[in-house]
């Protein structure tokens, strides 16, 4: 994809002149006036590189502005605080929970806080989320693309020239849904964080912690890997007091029998009962003269299934 285009809307925009614009992105002038220019002598894929990170972190910035209000569980703050002692340990970790819990909005909660430190010693946040088709080479691809560095190659090659990149910095890697990624994917990570001097972590649900410890894998396929975890946390999940107080301060003071009725629909998960507190004040609204507990049956539909 050719970014002279968005690039001079960009710069457009903001009234923003090449100069700055170089400054923006690291990159010397001349370099980005040739690439805009379409002038020989211009390294069109190193400058793309670059512009492709910048882009990806202003998308994800103005994503991160429209979440929710941070809610500081436990979990939350537990998540904060290890991603901060992985960072400032240089260590490899393994956090692991139920799914709803909040693991990814802590995530984004601390990249965003990162991001609007005033600090030249904060850390490069590179976050990648895992799916089940994501392959070593993708992967690969993802975290380079972040650090501005060309990533068409084979997944050895990309790796190699992570690696000589991240030296060159401070960086910290963010695996979510880190239960998705395969053998070849982790041996990978295990190798960027050996010769990368920078914290990784694994994010993910308790399959997680199982690829690990329960025995279904050939014995010491990830024995390596995981002789290198310092950090190795079992996320709690919403406790009930939370979840009281998240009730509370969204719906005010109801009546327990209705306070009950919420926590028997959303158990631990804080995913879940912010979708049905949302569904059950949009309800509400729709049907004010209906009592409340009326209501949860019908917001609760819209969850997959009960907690039992």
């Known amino acids: 994809m050719d970014l002279r285009p968005q690039t001079r809307g960009y710069m457009k925009d903001r009234h923003l002149t090449r100069q700055q614009m170089a400054e923006l992105i690291d990159v010397r002038c001349h370099s980005l006036a040739k690439y805009l220019d379409n002038l020989p002598g211009c390294s069109k894929e190193s400058v793309e590189a670059v512009l492709r990170a910048y882009f990806l972190k202003l998308e994800r910035v103005e ?79 993802a975290l380079c693309l972040q650090v501005g560095i060309p990533h068409q190659a084979t997944a050895s090659t990309l790796a190699e020239s992570l690696v000589r990149k991240l030296q060159t910095g401070h960086y910290l890697i963010i695996v979510d849904e880190a239960n998705h990624l395969n053998i070849e994917a982790m041996e990978l990570l295990r190798y960027v964080y050996d010769l990368g001097r920078l914290g990784v972590v694994l994010v993910g649900t308790l399959r997680l912690y199982e690829i690990f410890t329960d025995g279904s894998r050939p014995a010491g396929e990830l024995e390596q890997l995981w002789s290198r975890v310092g950090i190795c946390e079992l996320l709690p999940g919403l406790t009930e007091y939370e979840a009281r ?64």
């Open 63 to 141: 994503a991160r502005a429209k979440r929710p209000e941070f809610i500081p569980t436990l979990t939350a703050n537990l998540i904060l605080e290890k991603l901060a002692e992985a960072d400032e340990r240089q260590a490899l970790a393994l956090l692991y929970g139920p799914p709803g819990v909040g693991k990814t909005f802590a995530i984004e909660e601390f990249v965003d806080r990162v991001e609007k430190q005033n600090n030249p010693e904060k850390p490069e946040v590179l976050l990648v989320t895992a799916h089940s088709a994501l392959t070593p080479k993708s992967l690969m691809a």
């Open 245 to 308: 107080q998240v009730i509370q301060k969204t719906l005010g003071r109801i009546p327990e029998i209705t306070t009950k009725q919420i926590l028997r629909q959303t158990g631990n998960s804080i995913r879940r009962l912010a979708r049905l507190l949302e569904h059950l004040a949009e309800l509400k609204e729709l049907n004010g003269d209906r009592d409340l507990a009326d209501l949860i049956p019908v917001a609760g539909e819209s969850l997959l299934a009960p907690v039992r």
